[in-house]
């Protein structure tokens, strides 16, 4: 048995990297200066088939650090009431957000033998900022995902299914998706979930990644990130 096959399916199938879903919703553009007003994950795991499907999703509404910024008319796209008094009530400031988010998801990699996480999100750039940029304001060392490596469903999709709308690519995927309650970070991360989970295993129907590694005579290779210690 080679070490690339003592290892999980997971790990093998993407080098090493563990794919998380992450949405935010923000008070604006601005990574550096606009508030993070919400934040959810959902780890993936895999069947004994070798399919892809959720795990567990971690979310939570988060309070605006000390002098963000918030535009009316984010606000006003997401519907995110912050005068809410339930929100007052459950909203967490940005590190204790992020640390009760980051410790799962660490536990995820471990328990599949992978090294780090990598984003996926629906347009991953503008989540993937403001994770960094929020990182980076709470002074977290051990950041397990990837600072720059992700995988866009937006673009994934476009590919798969030629559409690149959230709601469309899932319904292409028949998936059902309820526009009332999009724009909820929980309820848009668990769609980009499923919808990153249909791709991946209908590429796996189709033949896959194993297809193309077993053609170029790369199906024992161990993958370099694998040899590489945990964050």
């Given at each position: 048995m080679t070490q690339a096959s003592e290892r999980t399916q997971m790990a093998q199938r993407f080098r090493g990297f563990l794919p998380v879903v992450v949405d935010l919703e923000t008070g604006g553009f601005n990574a550096a200066g606009d508030a993070l007003l919400e934040i959810a994950a959902v780890t993936l795991t895999m069947d004994d088939d070798g399919n892809m499907v959720p795990d567990a999703t971690y979310a939570f509404h988060v309070a605006p650090f000390e002098g963000a910024n918030i535009e009316q008319s984010a606000l006003?796209?997401?519907?995110?009431?912050?005068?809410?008094?339930?929100?007052?009530?459950?909203?967490?400031?940005?590190?204790?957000?992020?640390?009760?988010?980051?410790?799962?998801?660490?536990?995820?990699?471990?328990?599949?033998?992978?090294?780090?996480?990598?984003?996926?999100?629906?347009?991953?750039?503008?989540?993937?900022?403001?994770?960094?940029?929020?990182?980076?304001?709470?002074?977290?060392?051990?950041?397990?995902?990837?600072?720059?490596?992700?995988?866009?469903?937006?673009?994934?999709?476009?590919?798969?299914?030629?559409?690149?709308?959230?709601?469309?690519?899932?319904?292409?995927?028949?998936?059902?998706?309820?526009?009332?309650?999009?724009?909820?970070?929980?309820?848009?991360?668990?769609?980009?979930?499923?919808?990153?989970?249909?791709?991946?295993?209908?590429?796996?129907?189709?033949?896959?990644w194993d297809l193309a590694m077993k053609e170029q005579g790369m199906n024992d290779e161990v993958p370099a990130s694998l040899d590489a210690p945990a964050p």
């Open positions: 006003d796209f997401t519907g995110i009431d912050l005068d809410n008094p339930v929100r007052k009530q459950v909203a967490v400031a940005e590190n204790q957000a992020l640390g009760e988010i980051f410790s799962p998801v660490r536990k995820a990699i471990k328990a599949h033998g992978c090294t780090r996480a990598v984003l996926v999100g629906h347009n991953a750039a503008f989540d993937q900022g403001f994770l960094n940029a929020a990182v980076e304001r709470c002074g977290i060392k051990r950041n397990p995902f990837h600072p720059f490596s992700c995988f866009d469903t937006a673009s994934l999709a476009g590919l798969v299914y030629g559409q690149t709308v959230l709601a469309r690519a899932c319904r292409a995927a028949g998936i059902e998706f309820d526009n009332a309650s999009a724009h909820s970070a929980r309820y848009d991360t668990e769609r980009t979930a499923e919808l990153f989970c249909a791709m991946v295993n209908r590429f796996k129907d189709l033949g896959g």
